[in-house]
């Protein structure tokens, strides 16, 4: 069975530009996640979606936007990027919402 | 507000040296305690679920334990192979919170030389 699979799996950008990362979840799935983790932390929240509708947003700004798909597979954007914005993004998928698959991650670099 | 702390930060034995990871969190309804494994530029892998205190679960030479206010990760004569950062989350009830966020913390970062 394939897992969470998410593209690209590495990615340099330019401060100002903009980015999308892209997340295929567990067949079946309806429940999309994506998260961001510095070097050295854990993963923080940035949205959740389910059945193609936001049902959650941690603490990003505005620049930070996603959606899901009629087939459940969502993109992550970021707009205006900075410095700041280096790091391993994660989506994770779930069934009903509960007790998430994680893909293996998109490491975005911004220079 | 919902929030996990792990200890200690990083961790290194010698194969065979057992010892244990601490997990200790604050959430508003417990749904769920989970334990990843996370080998570097690779996303965290699910290891264990808990749902409630006294509960434990084992796999090979991992056993996590809950209590009402912590986990502890149990490692057994480990092998350099069980070297990777072990991170901690949690996921609040939905009645609490509208979203099925889960909250992680920092991780310990486990070394086991051989």
């Known amino acids: 069975d394939a897992g969470v699979t998410q593209s690209p799996t590495h990615l340099i950008k330019t401060r100002g530009q903009h980015v999308t990362l892209r997340c295929s979840p567990i067949?079946?799935?309806?429940?999309v996640s994506w998260y961001q983790q510095v070097l050295g932390q854990g993963p923080q929240f940035i949205f959740q979606y389910y059945e193609k509708e936001e049902r959650g947003r941690g603490n990003f700004p505005d620049r930070f936007s996603a959606r899901q798909f009629p087939n459940y597979s969502s993109e992550l954007n970021v707009n205006a990027l900075l410095l700041g914005d280096s790091a391993l993004y994660l989506c994770a998928s779930s069934l009903e919402g509960f007790g998430y698959t994680f893909g293996s991650g998109t490491r975005l670099t911004v220079v | 507000e919902d929030q996990v702390t792990q200890s200690p930060e990083a961790l290194r034995l010698q194969e065979g040296e057992s010892s244990s990871l601490n997990c200790s969190y604050t959430v508003s309804g417990l749904r769920g305690l989970f334990w990843y494994r996370q080998d570097p530029g690779k996303g965290p892998e699910f290891l264990f679920t808990l749902y409630s205190a006294g509960e434990e679960k084992e796999k090979e030479r991992l056993k996590a334990t809950l209590t009402k206010k912590e986990s502890f990760l149990h490692i057994t004569a480990p092998k350099p192979e069980d070297s990777a950062t072990y991170l901690c989350?949690?996921?609040?009830?939905?009645?609490?919170?509208?979203?099925?966020?889960?909250?992680f913390g920092k991780g310990t970062r486990l070394h086991i030389l051989p």
């Open positions: 989350a949690v996921q609040g009830n939905r009645r609490m919170n509208r979203d099925d966020k889960i909250i």
């Open positions: 067949s079946g799935h309806k429940s």
